[in-house]
């Protein structure tokens, strides 16, 4: 069972809905990378999940579970008790999360005998060894500092020592990292990874690095206007994204190129989103059946040989064992084949395989052809010359004899990724 | 040779605090050639900033010198202006909230009593691709990437042939952040300024600066051409550096770690003063501060370089 799930997870503001039907889940000991820019909602995602949503804000729709817990239908006092234990949060800034006027060793200390039921001592010296858990130095002393008497790096471990002091089922980190420099950053990562695999905690790791995020998340999900337009493998969503918004934000990181992959304009304004794909007026793909928003979609399998023939009332039959005679081999419905005497080589179904000889009932063929209404193949030696013949002929990939494995995990909010090449058709065409 | 358009000799600049004085820049020297651009990375409290302030004159030096075309900078910075243009981190605080567009980016142009600033407005607004209605905006009214255009715009408005750069992209989105970055590299093909970018960022660096200098405690560490720096790092902070940076060619790998922080600017250290954090440290690093070894156009100070 995944340690948190949200299922179509809205959130307003007012009218104004700025999550728009998010579905996530995370299992025990995964990370989940929410990645995405600044009023994307992802930030929003966490506060909803921890009921502390800003002033104004709401939960429009949807329902978040922990573990079993319907979070949402919980009374505040029930959901302040799992807040701190069960779930945990770590914020951007330690600054304004650490209450200043408190030694940091008390207020890891609150959170145990609160949650807990430590007496004062135990929850005390418990804080310390949290305190060394995170590899503070001089653990003992550093719990009887003041925030401001700490540096940056050593805020934010404290942070992620009472993140993590009452063993956390979830762990919501939004942008644990962006205030710090790069060699800090690298230090929290790393920690952050090393209690969650001892504590086998599930981690939502929110932040607009992708960097960060593709450093550390098992599975990514792309945010957008409020929701998700990506989501798949942390492999599959940064090596081959599918989402025309994913692909501009992949390329406007510097590389080995010259220029950078910019997305023009700026992301929609929530009060005046329609019907339309939020992203079709930065998108350099969109086609007709943009005017609609499409839903997380998976990519539709490449069709085989047999169902594009099947489509065209041909089969696609197997002629290993089949010895064909004469140079030209049609696939017919029975009847019309039998109409114009055309040597059988295979009924199956009710479809005939026939084969007929090249030139001389050339004719016979076209008449054939312009009976069914169906189309005469040449000869080829190789079953799967026959099959190249055929996907060639109904245009498309051709298709792969051993099916291939296909991240269906992997989908993305665009139609492109059922019709792949389809705003870009006009150029594509000869 | 063409003259430098920037020469910093030994430059020191210190804060007084009580219990001492931090010395945030110390012992920086670097040439910067006409059109050429530099980038100065290094991770807060390194020095980068006060290193621009004082190029720019607004923080005085407490040795040695920097000139600007020539000129050294201090005391009468009447004119500097026109020789240097700066572009700040945060857009937001750099633009009056109560001017729009055309007078901020006018200001300067007034200032030095350039006549007719409107034709030089539309110019400067026409280069970093602002639309001309923008013009009597205020700056709430902008997305974050226009009103960096703007900034960019007010610090070109006087042509000048440096313009330093202090974290300017750092505030932005990174769809938005692409759009500056080609910005400020179409600029240069264009007007062909001399740019002193500072970041913290190294693939932003990387894509825009021709040389990088690795600045820890107020020193050049490193200095040399950026791909040499990037893929032959000699010293090993920018190693470090280089191995903390999450990014995508590291997929689903942990960064390196480099142990601690920044050590107390008030302390004064002897010996190297990345010894604290070093892993190749041995006794001489605790004794004796490393000269600056040169090497091909590279220079770096450190006795153990990374090979």
Not at chain 1, 39 to 57: D, E, H, I, Q, R
Not at chain 1, 197 to 220: K, M
Not at chain 2, 28 to 53: I, M, N, Q, Y
Request: hydrophobic residues 40%.
């Amino acid at each position: 069972m995944p340690a948190l799930e949200i299922i179509d997870l809205r959130v307003a503001f007012g009218p104004v809905e700025v999550l728009r039907g998010v579905s996530l889940s995370v299992e025990p000991r995964e990370t989940l990378g929410i990645v995405g820019e600044s009023g994307c909602g992802k930030s929003m995602t966490g506060l909803a999940v921890m009921g502390l949503l800003p002033p104004g804000g709401r939960v429009s729709g949807g329902r978040i579970f922990l573990g079993d817990t319907d979070l949402l239908a919980l009374p505040e006092r029930k959901l302040r008790e799992l807040r701190g234990s069960d779930i945990a949060m770590v914020f951007q800034d330690p600054f304004t999360s650490l209450n200043p006027m408190m030694r940091v060793g008390r207020q890891i200390a609150e959170a145990l005998s609160l949650h807990q039921g430590l007496s004062r001592r135990k929850a005390r010296r418990r804080a310390v060894e949290q305190l060394e858990a995170v590899k503070v130095p001089a653990p003992k002393s550093m719990a009887r500092k003041f925030p401001h008497q700490l540096s940056g790096g050593q805020r934010q471990r404290v942070m992620v020592a009472m993140a993590f002091a009452c063993h956390p089922k979830v762990l919501i980190a939004d942008e644990p990292t962006t205030a710090l420099d790069v060699t800090l950053q690298a230090q929290i990562l790393v920690l952050l990874k090393e209690l969650q695999e001892q504590q086998g905690t599930a981690v939502l790791l929110i932040s607009h690095d992708i960097g960060v995020i593709g450093s550390v998340s098992d599975r990514i999900a792309v945010y957008y206007a409020g929701r998700v337009v990506e989501h798949g493998s942390a492999e599959a969503v940064l090596k081959t994204p599918v989402h025309p918004y994913t692909q501009g934000l992949l390329g406007a990181l510097p590389g080995d190129t010259e220029r950078l992959v910019s997305i023009p304009g700026r992301p929609p304004d929530f009060a005046t989103l329609g019907a339309e794909c939020s992203f079709a007026p930065r998108c350099a793909h969109r086609f007709e059946k943009c005017s609609i928003e499409p839903s997380l979609l998976a990519p539709a399998k490449p069709k085989t040989a047999e169902q594009r023939a099947l489509e065209h009332d041909f089969r696609f039959v197997d002629l290993d064992n089949t010895e064909i005679p004469g140079n030209v081999i049609a696939l017919l419905p029975e009847k019309a084949a039998r109409k114009h005497e055309l040597v059988p080589v295979k009924l199956l179904q009710n479809v005939l395989v026939v084969a007929m000889s090249e030139p001389a009932d050339k004719k016979a063929a076209n008449a054939a052809r312009t009976a069914a209404g169906c189309r005469i193949l040449p000869v080829m030696a190789d079953r799967a010359a026959i099959l190249r013949a055929i996907t060639k002929h109904y245009g498309g990939e051709p298709p792969v004899q051993a099916e291939e494995p296909q991240d269906t995990e992997h989908t993305g909010a665009c139609w492109l990724v059922q019709e792949p090449g389809a705003g870009a058709r006009e150029t594509m065409d000869d | 040779m063409p003259t430098p358009i920037l020469e910093v000799r030994d430059a020191q600049a210190a804060y007084k605090v009580p219990g001492g004085a931090i010395r945030a820049v110390d012992g920086v020297s670097f040439d910067l050639a006409p059109g050429e651009t530099l980038a100065v990375v290094g991770e807060s409290g390194c020095g980068k900033t006060t290193l621009a302030k004082a190029i720019l004159g607004l923080e005085p030096l407490t040795g040695g010198e920097i000139l600007v075309q020539g000129k050294p900078v201090g005391g009468d910075l009447s004119g500097l202006a026109e020789r240097v243009g700066i572009v700040w981190q945060d857009p937001y605080a750099s633009l009056d909230p109560r001017w729009r567009v055309g007078r901020s980016i006018a200001e300067p142009l007034r200032l030095h009593r350039r006549g007719d600033s409107g034709d030089r407005v539309d110019e400067v607004m026409k280069a970093v691709g602002l639309e001309m209605e923008l013009k009597g905006r205020f700056p709430h009214q902008l997305s974050g990437g226009q009103r960096q255009r703007v900034a960019v715009a007010r610090a070109l408005a006087l042509n000048p042939p440096l313009l330093l750069c202090d974290e300017p992209t750092a505030a932005l989105d990174l769809s938005i952040r692409a759009q500056i970055l080609n910005l400020l590299k179409d600029l240069q093909d264009d007007l062909g300024c001399a740019y002193l970018y500072i970041s913290h960022d190294l693939t932003t660096v990387r894509f825009i600066a021709d040389r990088v200098a690795v600045m820890y405690l107020g020193r050049f560490v490193e200095i040399g051409g950026i791909e040499e720096v990037f893929t032959d790092p000699r010293h090993p902070y920018t190693r470090a550096l280089l191995d903390s940076a999450p990014t995508l060619a590291k997929l689903g790998r942990l960064p390196d770690v480099l142990p601690g922080e920044i050590p107390d600017p008030l302390e004064v250290i002897s010996g190297c003063r990345f010894r604290s954090r070093c892993p190749r440290g041995q006794e001489r690093c605790d004794t004796v501060d490393p000269e600056a070894t040169a090497e091909n156009g590279r220079r770096f100070h450190c006795h153990f370089p990374v090979a």
